[in-house]
């Protein structure tokens, strides 16, 4: 049985895919090129001063961060790979690709939108998204921001679920959360998260009953979907000026007390977790 990843190109999509190849179990990748990773102030037009620095500070240190937990990794060249732009994602050689490889399960991250015709042309293969924030509270984009935006910062996880045509909406399969890790900047906890949660998907996809992969459990409300414009750098006042980046701690001593998360899991009665 097989697993085909699809994927973007920033750090951690390479270095998630060249963990999961470690199981064995992966037959193909297709790489979706992204914007690029690195931005600036002048990206967001931003005129003030002391917004410029607070801005340009955040996408360095979200890079460093990067270098730190997932390396330099580069795209796997040990099976075979497709590297596709965004409009070709749903196109007839990505399908090509797919039932060339025959996979039993697709794996996606940090992907645009899978079409239903994509889906359905791999008729006996199923489909599960990793999106990085916990559904239904954070869907949609930027989701390892908003929680410490939010003041609740234990509420930064991943999500596995079935793919569907709702936003990080499909049921959910298993779900990892945060440890409060002392001294962990925004960047820092994002980073953690990402890799904590592939590793445990590695050792799932070598235990995993291929014939028999579990339903996931229905998300239980709308929750909120965060769009691109919701994101303004004026956010980045709270992070840094008010709170000087130091949420993990304050909430580690007891100032901030957020919501917790209730970690849902649908592979349980295959793995041992």
Same mark, same amino acid.
């Given at each position: 049985?097989?697993?085909?990843?699809?994927?973007?190109?920033?750090?951690?999509?390479?270095?998630?895919?060249? /963990?999961?190849?470690?199981? %064995?179990?992966?037959? &193909?990748?297709?790489?979706?090129?992204?914007?690029?990773?690195? #931005?600036?102030?002048?990206?967001?037009?931003?005129?003030?001063?002391?917004?410029?620095?607070?801005?340009?500070?955040?996408?360095?240190?979200?890079?460093?961060?990067? /270098?730190?937990?997932? *390396?330099?990794?580069?795209?796997?060249?040990?099976?075979?790979?497709?590297?596709?732009?965004?409009?070709?994602?749903?196109?007839?050689?990505?399908?090509?690709?797919? #039932?060339?490889?025959?996979?039993?399960?697709?794996?996606?991250?940090?992907?645009?939108?899978?079409?239903?015709?994509? $889906?359905?042309?791999?008729?006996?293969?199923?489909?599960?998204?990793?999106?990085? %924030?916990?559904?239904?509270?954070?869907?949609?984009?930027?989701?390892?921001?908003?929680?410490?935006?939010?003041? /609740?910062?234990?509420? @930064? %996880? $991943? !999500?596995?679920?079935?793919?569907?045509?709702?936003?990080?909406?499909?049921?959910?399969?298993?779900? @990892?959360?945060?440890? =409060?890790?002392?001294?962990?900047?925004?960047? $820092?906890?994002? *980073?953690?998260?990402? #890799?904590?949660?592939?590793?445990?998907?590695?050792?799932?996809?070598?235990?995993?009953?291929?014939?028999?992969?579990?339903? &996931?459990?229905?998300?239980?409300?709308? *929750?909120?979907?965060?769009?691109?414009?919701?994101?303004?750098?004026?956010?980045?006042?709270?992070?840094?000026?008010?709170?000087?980046?130091?949420?993990?701690?304050? !909430?580690?001593?007891?100032?901030?007390?957020?919501?917790?998360?209730?970690?849902?899991?649908? =592979?349980? /009665? #295959?793995?041992?977790?």
């Amino acid at each position: 049985m097989s697993v085909v990843i699809i994927t973007g190109d920033h750090p951690r999509h390479l270095y998630f895919a060249h /963990e999961l190849c470690n199981s %064995g179990k992966v037959c &193909g990748i297709i790489y979706e090129k992204r914007a690029p990773f690195i #931005q600036t102030a002048d990206d967001f037009g931003v005129l003030d001063a002391h917004l410029a620095t607070l801005t340009n500070h955040h996408f360095k240190a979200r890079a460093e961060a990067e /270098e730190h937990f997932f *390396g330099t990794c580069s795209k796997v060249s040990s099976i075979p790979t497709l590297t596709v732009e965004q409009s070709e994602l749903n196109s007839d050689k990505v399908i090509a690709f797919l #039932q060339a490889q025959k996979p039993s399960l697709v794996l996606s991250y940090g992907c645009h939108k899978l079409s239903a015709e994509l $889906m359905a042309s791999v008729a006996t293969c199923r489909f599960w998204n990793t999106h990085g %924030g916990f559904s239904p509270d954070y869907r949609g984009v930027a989701t390892h921001f908003w929680p410490s935006y939010m003041l /609740e910062v234990e509420m @930064t %996880g $991943m !999500t596995l679920h079935e793919t569907t045509d709702f936003i990080d909406g499909g049921s959910v399969i298993y779900q @990892t959360g945060y440890d =409060l890790t002392k001294d962990d900047t925004l960047h $820092m906890v994002a *980073g953690r998260t990402v #890799q904590f949660y592939t590793k445990k998907l590695v050792s799932f996809l070598q235990d995993l009953d291929y014939n028999h992969l579990p339903q &996931g459990i229905v998300q239980k409300s709308s *929750g909120k979907v965060w769009m691109s414009n919701d994101w303004r750098p004026e956010h980045l006042r709270l992070i840094y000026d008010f709170y000087q980046d130091n949420i993990v701690n304050l !909430t580690i001593n007891g100032e901030l007390k957020g919501r917790k998360p209730k970690l849902v899991n649908a =592979l349980s /009665e #295959q793995i041992k977790i």
